[in-house]
């Protein structure tokens, strides 16, 4: 399984300066984690807000977090560069600590290379929407077996196939210098589109599935601790989920 452990970061950003963090980010914070065993999944920008950065970072285990966090925020690029990077960051701690639902369930490989700092992506443009739904209850074996079987099967006649679905890791924090949310039980999947329109047309065939209505909905607000989110994320140019 590609990286059973994952964090989802959303960043609030100072006005303005999303830019100047995705191109330090994209050009100095991609291979040097890499280097040190940490996986960069992706890096978006929030479509729906103009000072939201958000990117995927995973791991092999939560011990090797671990040594990966601190190889990484103790080494030269971070010294180097962190001062700039933190003064476009309103807010960093907004993250979620995630494992694939399923052994299906986690974030396949990387069909291309990454194009180098600077140079055009190679693929053509696309949109990401990640669904988080947050739950009262855990989203146990049971439910990702439901998931798997019932759900997954309408989100793609419906256009909107997942490419991963991730839950809660309740382990503790293995770097706590890094903060993340505490006390959430959460379901996340992600899914590729090619632009807004492909995104509400697939919202709208949803909306009016029957099955969806009628057979998932009653099932999912049984569970429902709040109406889930959607982020609408567009793929830096070395982002390679996309």
């Not at 006005?15 to 991609?30: H, K, M, N, S």
């Not at 671990?66 to 103790?74: C, D, H």
């Not at 003064?87 to 993250?95: E, I, L, Q, R």
Request: net charge negative; glycine share 6%.
């Amino acid at each position: 399984m590609r990286c059973p452990v994952v964090e989802l970061r959303q960043y609030t950003l100072h006005p303005g300066q999303r830019d100047a963090l995705i191109g330090l980010f994209d050009r100095e914070f991609v291979e040097s984690q890499e280097a040190v065993g940490a996986t960069v999944l992706g890096q978006f920008r929030d479509l729906d807000d103009p000072d939201r950065f958000v990117w995927l970072r995973g791991f092999e285990d939560m011990p090797r977090r671990a040594e990966a966090l601190e190889s990484f925020y103790g080494g030269p690029v971070w010294q180097a560069h962190r001062d700039e990077a933190n003064a476009t960051m309103a807010d960093s701690d907004d993250v979620l600590l995630l494992r694939p639902a399923s052994a299906r369930g986690g974030f396949p490989a990387p069909v291309g290379a990454r194009p180098a700092p600077g140079e055009p992506a190679p693929w053509p443009p696309s949109l990401v929407l990640a669904t988080i739904w947050y739950g009262h209850v855990p989203f146990d074996t049971a439910f990702a077996e439901f998931f798997q079987q019932c759900v997954r099967p309408v989100l793609a006649e419906t256009g909107g196939e997942p490419v991963a679905y991730l839950q809660s890791e309740h382990a503790p924090n293995s770097f706590p210098a890094l903060p993340v949310r505490v006390d959430e039980e959460v379901f996340v999947w992600f899914a590729r589109f090619t632009d807004e329109a492909h995104v509400d047309h697939h919202l709208n065939r949803l909306q009016r599935s029957e099955r969806w209505r009628e057979e998932i909905l009653p099932a999912l607000s049984k569970r429902w601790a709040k109406a889930p989110q959607r982020l609408r994320l567009v793929p830096t140019e070395r982002s390679i989920l996309r």
